[in-house]
Protein backbone atom coordinates (compact mmCIF):
# COMPACT_ATOMS: atom_id res chain seq x y z
CA UNK A 1 0.00 0.00 0.00
CA UNK A 2 0.74 3.65 -0.47
CA UNK A 3 2.38 5.52 2.20
CA UNK A 4 3.43 9.37 2.33
CA UNK A 5 6.02 10.43 5.00
CA UNK A 6 6.31 14.29 6.26
CA UNK A 7 9.21 15.16 8.37
CA UNK A 8 9.61 16.16 11.17
CA UNK A 9 6.60 16.77 12.90
CA UNK A 10 7.05 20.27 14.42
CA UNK A 11 9.87 22.79 13.86
CA UNK A 12 10.69 26.14 16.00
CA UNK A 13 12.82 28.53 13.38
CA UNK A 14 14.24 32.00 14.15
CA UNK A 15 13.33 34.54 11.78
CA UNK A 16 15.78 35.13 8.99
CA UNK A 17 16.95 31.28 9.63
CA UNK A 18 17.14 28.62 6.30
CA UNK A 19 14.12 26.04 6.08
CA UNK A 20 14.16 22.23 4.47
CA UNK A 21 11.21 19.72 4.64
CA UNK A 22 11.13 16.93 3.04
CA UNK A 23 8.15 14.22 2.38
CA UNK A 24 8.76 11.20 0.60
CA UNK A 25 6.13 8.87 -0.57
CA UNK A 26 6.04 5.12 -1.21
CA UNK A 27 4.55 1.89 -2.48
CA UNK A 28 4.01 4.34 -5.96
CA UNK A 29 5.51 5.53 -9.14
CA UNK A 30 5.32 9.18 -11.01
CA UNK A 31 2.32 10.63 -8.37
CA UNK A 32 1.71 14.03 -8.61
CA UNK A 33 2.96 15.53 -5.76
CA UNK A 34 1.60 18.90 -3.90
CA UNK A 35 2.53 21.15 -0.69
CA UNK A 36 -0.37 22.86 1.13
CA UNK A 37 0.17 25.53 4.05
CA UNK A 38 -2.94 25.43 6.80
CA UNK A 39 -3.23 28.36 8.75
CA UNK A 40 -5.07 28.42 12.12
CA UNK A 41 -6.44 24.99 11.10
CA UNK A 42 -8.60 26.19 8.70
CA UNK A 43 -8.68 26.75 4.90
CA UNK A 44 -5.89 25.26 2.86
CA UNK A 45 -3.41 27.39 0.21
CA UNK A 46 -1.58 24.86 -2.43
CA UNK A 47 1.42 26.64 -2.48
CA UNK A 48 3.35 24.18 -4.92
CA UNK A 49 2.76 21.30 -7.18
CA UNK A 50 4.77 18.59 -9.23
CA UNK A 51 4.19 16.34 -11.72
CA UNK A 52 7.54 14.82 -12.32
CA UNK A 53 10.76 15.28 -11.39
CA UNK A 54 12.20 18.82 -11.52
CA UNK A 55 8.78 20.29 -12.79
CA UNK A 56 7.21 22.62 -10.20
CA UNK A 57 4.63 24.67 -10.23
CA UNK A 58 3.92 27.87 -7.65
CA UNK A 59 0.70 28.96 -7.31
CA UNK A 60 1.63 32.06 -4.60
CA UNK A 61 4.35 33.99 -5.33
CA UNK A 62 6.01 33.94 -2.05
CA UNK A 63 9.23 33.26 0.54
CA UNK A 64 9.06 29.26 -0.36
CA UNK A 65 10.48 27.39 -3.12
CA UNK A 66 9.89 23.61 -3.58
CA UNK A 67 11.96 20.80 -5.59
CA UNK A 68 11.60 17.76 -6.84
CA UNK A 69 15.26 16.22 -7.26
CA UNK A 70 13.57 12.23 -7.35
CA UNK A 71 10.15 10.74 -8.57
CA UNK A 72 9.06 10.20 -4.84
CA UNK A 73 10.83 12.90 -2.86
CA UNK A 74 9.00 16.46 -2.86
CA UNK A 75 11.22 19.52 -0.43
CA UNK A 76 9.87 22.74 0.70
CA UNK A 77 12.60 25.40 0.98
CA UNK A 78 13.08 29.13 2.36
CA UNK A 79 16.47 30.94 2.52
CA UNK A 80 15.29 33.12 4.70
CA UNK A 81 12.18 32.66 7.05
CA UNK A 82 9.31 35.23 7.76
CA UNK A 83 7.09 34.91 10.89
CA UNK A 84 4.32 35.41 8.43
CA UNK A 85 5.31 31.82 7.30
CA UNK A 86 4.31 30.21 10.73
CA UNK A 87 1.61 27.83 9.92
CA UNK A 88 0.73 24.10 9.38
CA UNK A 89 2.89 22.58 6.19
CA UNK A 90 0.94 19.29 4.22
CA UNK A 91 2.32 17.41 1.44
CA UNK A 92 0.12 15.30 -0.42
CA UNK A 93 0.02 13.25 -3.72
CA UNK A 94 -2.54 11.73 -5.76
CA UNK A 95 -2.01 9.25 -8.78
CA UNK A 96 -1.06 10.81 -12.35
CA UNK A 97 -2.57 8.78 -13.89
CA UNK A 98 -6.03 9.72 -13.42
CA UNK A 99 -7.54 13.16 -12.54
CA UNK A 100 -10.31 12.08 -10.90
CA UNK A 101 -8.18 10.29 -7.89
CA UNK A 102 -8.45 12.01 -4.22
CA UNK A 103 -4.98 13.45 -3.16
CA UNK A 104 -3.49 11.56 0.25
CA UNK A 105 -1.80 13.67 2.63
CA UNK A 106 1.30 13.24 5.10
CA UNK A 107 0.37 14.46 9.01
CA UNK A 108 2.12 17.43 8.14
CA UNK A 109 4.67 19.60 9.85
CA UNK A 110 3.80 22.49 12.39
CA UNK A 111 6.19 25.80 11.72
CA UNK A 112 6.81 28.36 14.18
CA UNK A 113 8.47 30.98 13.51
CA UNK A 114 10.09 33.14 16.37
CA UNK B 1 -12.38 29.04 -11.37
CA UNK B 2 -13.67 26.64 -8.99
CA UNK B 3 -14.94 27.36 -5.88
CA UNK B 4 -16.38 25.85 -2.53
CA UNK B 5 -18.47 27.31 0.28
CA UNK B 6 -19.35 25.30 3.73
CA UNK B 7 -21.64 27.64 5.13
CA UNK B 8 -21.62 26.48 9.12
CA UNK B 9 -18.17 26.85 10.95
CA UNK B 10 -19.55 24.31 13.32
CA UNK B 11 -22.44 21.70 13.27
CA UNK B 12 -23.36 20.40 17.14
CA UNK B 13 -25.47 17.47 16.97
CA UNK B 14 -25.71 14.64 19.85
CA UNK B 15 -24.48 11.21 19.41
CA UNK B 16 -27.25 8.87 17.50
CA UNK B 17 -28.64 11.75 15.47
CA UNK B 18 -28.34 12.09 12.05
CA UNK B 19 -25.57 14.90 11.27
CA UNK B 20 -25.13 16.92 7.77
CA UNK B 21 -22.59 19.10 6.93
CA UNK B 22 -23.04 21.53 4.22
CA UNK B 23 -21.39 22.17 1.15
CA UNK B 24 -21.86 23.79 -2.68
CA UNK B 25 -19.58 24.44 -5.21
CA UNK B 26 -18.89 26.45 -8.15
CA UNK B 27 -17.26 24.89 -11.25
CA UNK B 28 -17.40 25.59 -14.74
CA UNK B 29 -18.09 22.06 -16.68
CA UNK B 30 -18.82 18.84 -14.39
CA UNK B 31 -17.14 18.61 -11.01
CA UNK B 32 -15.04 15.94 -9.17
CA UNK B 33 -16.19 16.49 -5.44
CA UNK B 34 -14.73 14.87 -2.13
CA UNK B 35 -15.27 14.89 1.46
CA UNK B 36 -11.85 14.85 3.59
CA UNK B 37 -12.11 14.82 7.71
CA UNK B 38 -8.77 16.44 9.70
CA UNK B 39 -8.32 14.91 13.29
CA UNK B 40 -6.22 17.72 15.64
CA UNK B 41 -2.12 17.81 14.55
CA UNK B 42 -3.17 15.26 11.21
CA UNK B 43 -3.42 15.75 7.93
CA UNK B 44 -6.72 15.33 5.80
CA UNK B 45 -7.89 11.61 5.25
CA UNK B 46 -9.85 11.44 2.46
CA UNK B 47 -14.17 9.87 3.18
CA UNK B 48 -15.45 9.96 -0.58
CA UNK B 49 -15.66 11.51 -4.29
CA UNK B 50 -18.41 12.29 -6.42
CA UNK B 51 -17.05 11.64 -10.23
CA UNK B 52 -19.83 10.61 -12.14
CA UNK B 53 -22.87 8.26 -11.88
CA UNK B 54 -25.21 7.43 -8.51
CA UNK B 55 -26.05 11.31 -6.90
CA UNK B 56 -25.80 9.34 -3.32
CA UNK B 57 -21.75 8.36 -2.89
CA UNK B 58 -21.20 6.22 0.01
CA UNK B 59 -17.77 6.57 2.00
CA UNK B 60 -15.76 5.66 5.00
CA UNK B 61 -16.45 5.45 8.61
CA UNK B 62 -20.63 5.56 7.52
CA UNK B 63 -20.80 8.72 5.81
CA UNK B 64 -21.98 9.30 2.29
CA UNK B 65 -22.93 12.33 0.40
CA UNK B 66 -25.57 13.42 -1.89
CA UNK B 67 -24.80 15.09 -5.17
CA UNK B 68 -26.98 17.95 -6.24
CA UNK B 69 -26.51 19.05 -9.42
CA UNK B 70 -29.38 21.70 -9.92
CA UNK B 71 -28.22 23.01 -6.24
CA UNK B 72 -24.80 22.75 -7.17
CA UNK B 73 -24.31 21.07 -3.52
CA UNK B 74 -21.87 18.15 -2.14
CA UNK B 75 -23.69 17.57 1.49
CA UNK B 76 -21.89 15.09 3.91
CA UNK B 77 -24.45 13.23 6.00
CA UNK B 78 -23.75 10.29 8.51
CA UNK B 79 -27.58 8.52 9.50
CA UNK B 80 -26.69 8.27 13.59
CA UNK B 81 -23.16 10.42 14.54
CA UNK B 82 -20.82 9.03 16.92
CA UNK B 83 -18.80 11.60 19.19
CA UNK B 84 -15.57 9.94 17.69
CA UNK B 85 -16.94 11.67 14.54
CA UNK B 86 -15.89 15.11 15.86
CA UNK B 87 -13.08 16.50 13.98
CA UNK B 88 -13.08 19.07 11.23
CA UNK B 89 -14.45 18.38 7.73
CA UNK B 90 -13.21 19.93 4.46
CA UNK B 91 -14.99 19.97 1.05
CA UNK B 92 -12.93 20.25 -1.88
CA UNK B 93 -13.94 20.23 -5.76
CA UNK B 94 -11.63 20.17 -9.06
CA UNK B 95 -12.38 20.58 -12.50
CA UNK B 96 -13.12 16.88 -14.46
CA UNK B 97 -10.37 18.66 -17.26
CA UNK B 98 -6.70 19.36 -17.45
CA UNK B 99 -4.26 18.71 -14.39
CA UNK B 100 -6.16 17.95 -10.91
CA UNK B 101 -5.61 20.98 -8.63
CA UNK B 102 -8.13 20.81 -5.45
CA UNK B 103 -9.78 23.62 -4.19
CA UNK B 104 -10.97 23.39 -0.56
CA UNK B 105 -13.62 25.28 1.46
CA UNK B 106 -12.31 26.83 4.72
CA UNK B 107 -13.61 23.72 6.88
CA UNK B 108 -16.64 22.75 8.94
CA UNK B 109 -16.16 21.69 12.98
CA UNK B 110 -18.19 18.73 13.55
CA UNK B 111 -18.82 18.45 17.53
CA UNK B 112 -20.58 15.67 18.74
CA UNK B 113 -21.90 15.51 22.30
CA UNK B 114 -22.01 12.36 24.31
Known amino acids: SQTIHQWPATLVQPVGSPLSLECTVE??????LYWYRQAAGRGLQLLFY??????ISSEVPQNLSASRPQDRQFILSSKKLLLSDSGFYLC?????????????FGDGTRLSIL | AQSVAQPEDQVNVAEGNPLTVKCTYS??????LFWYVQYPNRGLQFLLK??????LVKGSYGFEAEFNKSQTSFHLKKPSALVSDSALYFC????????????FGTGTRLLVSP
Open chain 1, 92 to 104: AWSARSRNNQPQH
Open chain 1, 27 to 32: GTSNPN
Open chain 1, 50 to 55: SVGIGQ
Open chain 2, 27 to 32: VSGNPY
Open chain 2, 50 to 55: YITGDN
Open chain 2, 92 to 103: AVSENTGFQKLV
